[in-house]
C-alpha cells in the first residue's frame, strides 16, 4: 500500500502544507502537489474535506483521505519507510506531541489575536507571543541543531512557519521579530532549519511570498511594534 500514488492538496505559501511537503520529503516519498485557489475552493477539496474544507489533504492511492497538517505528518511517518520523525521512545515521543499541540493552539491563538486585536489587546497577545517562543525554545536540545536531534524531526516540522514565514515579516516590516539578544537559540535554530537541503525544496519561492504578503504591510507593522515593546 505504502508504494501507491500520493497527492498533495495544497495551496501556494502555507505553513501547514509546508509540514506535509516536508515529512513527505524526508521520507524519499514521490507525490504530486495539486495546488489549490483557496478563494474558489475545487471540487477536489470539498470532496475529500467536507468537514473543514481545508489544506493540506494527503490522498494516499484508493484510502479515505487524510486532513490536518499533523495527522498527515504523523501518518506519513507511520505508513514510509526512512527515517523516523517522531522520536522513537515513548516519553520522547509524548513531548513531541504536546508541544505541536501548543504550537497550534497557545502559540497560533496568540498569534492570530495580534491580527484581530488593536492597542493594549495587541500589546497584550504580543507580550503572550514572545513568551511562548521563550517555552519553545526552551525545548531545544543542548548541543543539537534541531529539536529532533542532529536532523529535522516533526517538532521541527511543526515549528517551520516561524523559520520561514517569520522571517518574510520581519523583512516587511523591518522590525526583528526573533531578536538574537533575546531568542539566541531559536534564531539559530531557524537558520539551521531554512537551510536544510530537503526543507529549502518545500519553501515557497520568496519574492512570491512576499508579493503576497506585503499589501498587509499596515497590520504587520502594527504587530511588529506591538512585539518590539515587550
Same mark, same amino acid.
Given at each position: ?95 513531541? +506531541?504536546?508541544? !505541536?499541540?501548543?504550537?497550534? &493552539? ?5 498569534? /492570530? $489575536?495580534?491580527?484581530? *486585536? ?89 519574492? +512570491?511570498?512576499? !508579493?503576497?504578503?506585503?499589501? &498587509? ?5 502594527? /504587530? $511588529?511594534?506591538?512585539? *518590539?515593546?515587550?
Amino acid at each position: 500500500m505504502s508504494e501507491s500514488p500520493v497527492k498533495l492538496i495544497g495551496c501556494f505559501g502555507s505553513p501547514f502544507v509546508h509540514r506535509a511537503e516536508v515529512a513527505l520529503r524526508l521520507k524519499g516519498v514521490p507525490y504530486e502537489l495539486v495546488e489549490e485557489d483557496l478563494s474558489n475552493k475545487s471540487d477536489l477539496l470539498l470532496k475529500h474535506n467536507p468537514v473543514h474544507q481545508k489544506v493540506p489533504v494527503l490522498l494516499h492511492g484508493d484510502l479515505p483521505a487524510i486532513c490536518e497538517s499533523l495527522v498527515i505528518v504523523e501518518y506519513v511517518d507511520e505508513v514510509f519507510d526512512g527515517p523516523p520523525l517522531l522520536p522513537s521512545k515513548p516519553l520522547a515521543r509524548a513531548a513531541a +506531541r504536546f508541544w !505541536a499541540s501548543f504550537v497550534d &493552539k497557545q502559540f497560533r491563538e496568540s498569534w /492570530i $489575536a495580534m491580527f484581530s *486585536a488593536d492597542g493594549e489587546a495587541q500589546v497584550a497577545s504580543a507580550r503572550e507571543t514572545k513568551a511562548n517562543l521563550t517555552l519553545i525554545e526552551g525545548q531545544l536540545p543542548e548541543g543539537k541543531r534541531f529539536f529532533g536531534g542532529d536532523s529535522v524531526g516533526y517538532l521541527d516540522i511543526v515549528l517551520g512557519g516561524i523559520a520561514h514565514w517569520m522571517e518574510m515579516f520581519e523583512e516587511i516590516t523591518g522590525v526583528p521579530l526573533l531578536a538574537e539578544e533575546e531568542h539566541p537559540a531559536l534564531c539559530r535554530w531557524a537558520r539551521e532549519y531554512t537551510a536544510d537541503e530537503i526543507v529549502r525544496q518545500c519553501l515557497p519561492d520568496r519574492d +512570491r511570498l512576499l !508579493a503576497a504578503l506585503t499589501p &498587509k504591510r499596515d497590520t504587520f507593522v502594527s /504587530i $511588529a511594534k506591538a512585539m *518590539a515593546t515587550q
